[in-house]
């Protein structure tokens, strides 16, 4: 049996992803492929509760903030993606790796060295396939998550912080250009959602058929 796919969502506050990740789920598995969607933070019963601590009594520190991140990811990896891959489920994950890269290292000045290592124990070797980065202005991002009612923390910050966060995404995009798509997510939703499909037959789907 063919190990699953795994593919990662990412991009600003408000970017469309959690929208896209469950319109690829649904396109997926209309083509037979089992899918699951998960999410970071989050995705198992610790990673949840690491997500609500970290929303509700924000760390000090933000070392603090990037090894509760890296433990949820450990168990995330063994509990949820690990097994679904080896059963041959594709798994897409709202957030990962790239969100980690971008708010605890180009935010909050962590050394790249330090996320690598901890990206080394716990994702390697089960790094994304494909990473769908979804670009949209720091203030329409915000709108739209204020629209929605659910301003996080993350939310609150200036718009400057929010653009700081764009050029992380889009440096990471330019520096990982095997892995990763870059999507405009100022398209209307069926525009964004058939340029995910694009990426995925492009990257993924050409090798499975
Ligand atoms: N392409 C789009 N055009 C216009 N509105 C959109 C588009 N994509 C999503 N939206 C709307 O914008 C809001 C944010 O979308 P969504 O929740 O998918 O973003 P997100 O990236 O998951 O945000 P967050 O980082 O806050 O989780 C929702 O109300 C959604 O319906
Ligand atoms: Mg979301």
Redesign the pocket.
């Known amino acids: 049996m063919q190990r699953g796919k795994f593919i990662t969502f990412e ?10 990740a469950k319109h690829l789920a649904e396109r997926l598995e209309g083509i037979g492929i089992p899918t699951i969607v998960t999410r970071e933070p989050g995705g198992t019963p610790v990673g949840e509760d690491v997500r609500a601590l970290i929303l509700k009594d924000r760390p000090q520190d933000p070392v603090t903030e990037l090894l509760l991140f890296a433990a949820a990811r450990a168990e995330h990896m063994t509990a949820v993606i690990r097994p679904a891959l080896d059963e041959g489920t594709w798994v897409i994950s ?1 957030r990962f790796i790239d969100s980690t890269r971008v708010y605890q290292g180009k935010l909050y000045g962590l050394e790249p060295e330090f996320i690598t290592m901890l990206e080394r124990y716990t994702v390697a070797p089960d790094y994304p396939n494909l990473t769908l980065i ?1 670009d949209l202005p720091a203030d329409e991002g915000m709108a ?2 204020e ?2 009612g ?1 301003l ?1 923390r993350y ?1 609150a910050q200036r718009i400057e912080t929010h653009e700081l966060l764009r050029q992380g995404f889009l440096e990471i995009a330019e520096r990982n250009s095997e892995r990763c798509v870059l999507i405009d ?5 069926a525009s ?1 959602e058939t340029a995910v499909w694009q990426a995925v037959k492009a990257h993924l789907l050409a090798e499975v058929s």
């Open positions: 991009g600003g506050e408000g970017a469309g992803k959690s929208t896209q709202d979804l739209r998550a629209t929605r659910t996080s939310d997510g100022h398209l209307p939703v964004v």
